[in-house]
């Protein structure tokens, strides 16, 4: 076999579910990359020969494959430093977002910005993921809410992708909050977004996904259904932040439209979880939001354990509910906050997430065909990763078979 280079001397998690072991874990592996790509992993001493090979040692290291934040909101103008300020004196995330504040008062000063400035704020928290081994990254629309505005958001969001060692993939979240213009006209703002928003952004290429806010603050799985609808005929999977504040049914919205993500789901009722487990859906947690907004509701971990519905874990990185730049950190949350395993929360980070953006035969696994991203960390087990707080960061970093 011809590889470009090989790493020997290290241990694997894999994430792989054919290898049977916690985190898909070989001990004593090999890797091998050619042209971007994994093209054999396994155990040191089955080895094919490898021709031609540059081989790097890892010095008994674990390598896992490059970690995925599968739901972001990280383009955005200004900050919400005086809202952080105001719900410390006890005001609530909904009462602000009701009397005009929340995310409209970030749809303002997003307009406000230039598109330079929203690629250099955005650039700053996206450095800040990539250092911590983020290689495939999400981000979403949705502070812009006309069609210029979310225009310019996406294409920030596309030009991050190539200035930086990241894949990014992009959600259009024009259903995000209800723009000023439209007050008391939820329908007719939707009627905008399905009738030339979408088809406009879509049919520039500026959009891999459709996500919507389902809430009593946001939209109502009515409304929802209409773009869904609509992004269907485009062709574009969907997804959605459901059950997040309060219960609406909006996951189970998504799986009828077979989605790929349903996000936060504190609100989840078990009743719900049949047809989530029957649509192959995501459970997308977010323990930032919930920690930095003090919910007390947890999501339904045992009874989506129970299904069988893959969980993935990101950070929602937007200025309001989550201002936290740390992938890390939102796994150490879902492991304390929401009692997962430190296997569940890698694997959230990983292979689910991976499921998350419809990336599933590409990317989230150590397994030969998948691409070349991949981390070395200094760590005697994979749970280190998870255990710490800014106590860990990868030794190396490989986007595509690239050394960042
Ligand atoms: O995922 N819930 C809606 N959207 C974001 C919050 C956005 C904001 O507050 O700016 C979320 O929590
Ligand atoms: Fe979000």
Redesign the pocket.
């Known amino acids: 076999m011809q590889a470009d280079w090989l790493i020997k001397n290290i241990h694997l998690a894999t994430f792989d579910p054919t290898v049977a072991a916690p985190y898909g874990a070989i001990r004593d592996a090999l890797v091998a990359v050619a042209a971007e790509r994994i093209l054999w992993a396994g155990p040191a001493a089955q080895a094919p020969s490898l021709d031609g090979a540059v081989v790097i040692n890892g010095k008994g290291g674990w390598l896992t494959p490059g970690l995925i934040d599968c739901h972001t909101?990280l383009v955005y103008g200004g900050d919400?430093a005086e809202e952080f300020e105001w719900r410390l004196q006890g005001r609530s995330?909904a009462d602000i977002a009701a009397q005009g504040g929340?995310?409209l008062s970030?749809v303002a000063a997003t307009r406000a910005a230039s598109a330079t400035q929203l690629l250099d704020s955005a650039a700053r928290r996206l450095r800040a993921l990539c250092a911590e081994g983020v290689t495939t990254v999400e981000i979403k629309s949705g502070y812009g809410l006309a069609l210029d505005t979310e225009r310019r958001m996406l294409v920030v969001a596309r030009a991050l992708g190539q200035q930086l060692p990241i894949t990014v993939r992009t959600t259009f979240l024009g259903a995000?909050a209800l723009p000023p213009q439209y007050q008391g006209d939820a329908d007719g703002y939707i009627d905008t977004l399905v009738e030339t928003v979408l088809p406009a952004l879509a049919a520039e290429g500026l959009v891999d996904a459709v996500d919507v806010?389902c809430?009593g603050i946001?939209f109502s799985v009515a409304q929802c259904r209409r773009l869904f609808e609509r992004a269907r005929e485009l062709g574009l999977p969907v997804k959605g932040?459901v059950e997040?504040l309060s219960y609406q049914g909006g996951a189970r919205l998504v799986a009828e439209f077979g989605g790929l993500s349903v996000?936060?789901v504190e609100y989840l009722p078990e009743t719900d979880l049949e047809s989530l487990a029957q649509s192959g859906a995501v459970a997308v947690l977010?323990p930032g939001?919930f920690y930095y907004l003090q919910e007390q509701q947890k999501p339904p971990i045992a009874a989506l354990r129970r299904w069988g519905i893959p969980m993935a874990v990101a950070t929602?990185l937007?200025?309001?509910?989550?201002p936290m730049a740390s992938l890390l950190l939102a796994l150490n949350q879902a492991c304390i906050l929401f009692g997962l395993t430190p296997e569940e929360a890698l694997l959230g980070a990983t292979r689910h997430a991976a499921a998350a953006l419809g990336l599933a035969d590409r990317k989230g696994c150590i397994s030969a065909g998948f691409d070349a991203d991949m981390l070395l960390w200094d760590c005697g087990r994979p749970a280190e990763i998870c255990y710490g707080i800014n106590m860990q960061r990868p030794r190396h970093i490989w986007v595509g078979g690239r050394d960042v």
């Open positions: 909101h919400r995330y929340g995310i970030t995000h806010f809430e946001g932040h997040q996000d936060h977010l939001a929602d937007n200025p309001g509910s989550s």
